[in-house]
């Protein structure tokens, strides 16, 4: 999809194209090693317990907008005009619990910012009492509600023109 539908309000109207994923498979010309050195994911969908505590989080913590809302089963988040950084879905049940250190499945994620932006974000989870942490690289650390790590880094905008 190359252009999306954007409501007055900011609202992204989502697509849902099913994925020929044999194609995909049939396509590949070697043993897939990972993802090279470098690589970006513009965007992660998330398996979480409570629609309305993810809501919250995301917009209230980090600071990012609902771009879609699709009722009691998906909401989709983003900085900007884009179409969605965060999906967020209840379509395996609202029981799951939060993730532990040592479970299978994803450790963190990490946004990277700039640097002005992280320090706003660190100004206001203080002034908020929001639990965070910083390490030796001056990321900001902390948990979602369901207890997936999120990371937060700054970048020089020098660096990147």
């Known amino acids: 999809m190359s252009e999306w539908m954007i409501k007055e309000d900011g609202e992204i109207v989502g697509v849902t194209e099913e994925l020929d994923g044999d194609g995909v498979l049939e396509a590949a010309s070697r043993h897939w090693q990972g993802f090279p050195k470098g690589t970006i994911v513009g965007h992660v969908h998330l398996k979480v317990s409570d629609l309305d505590q993810t809501?919250?989080?995301?917009?209230?913590?980090?600071?990012?907008?609902?771009?879609?809302?699709?009722?009691?089963?998906?909401?989709?988040?983003?900085?900007?005009?884009?179409?969605?950084?965060?999906?967020?879905?209840?379509?395996l049940g609202t029981h799951i619990p939060?993730?532990?250190?040592?479970?299978?499945?994803?450790?963190?994620?990490?946004?990277?910012?700039?640097?002005?932006?992280?320090?706003?974000?660190?100004?206001?989870w203080k002034t908020k009492t929001i639990d965070y942490e910083k390490n030796e690289e001056g990321q900001l650390i902390l948990f979602d509600p369901n207890g997936i790590q999120v990371r937060i880094t700054g970048r020089n905008p020098q660096i990147d023109a």
């Open 98 to 124: 939060a993730m532990e250190p040592n479970d299978l499945g994803l450790n963190y994620y990490t946004f990277e910012v700039p640097l002005a932006e992280l320090t706003r974000l660190e100004k206001h």
């Open 55 to 91: 809501q919250t989080f995301f917009t209230e913590v980090l600071g990012l907008s609902l771009k879609n809302d699709f009722g009691n089963q998906a909401k989709f988040f983003a900085a900007g005009s884009y179409h969605h950084h965060i999906g967020s879905n209840i379509w």
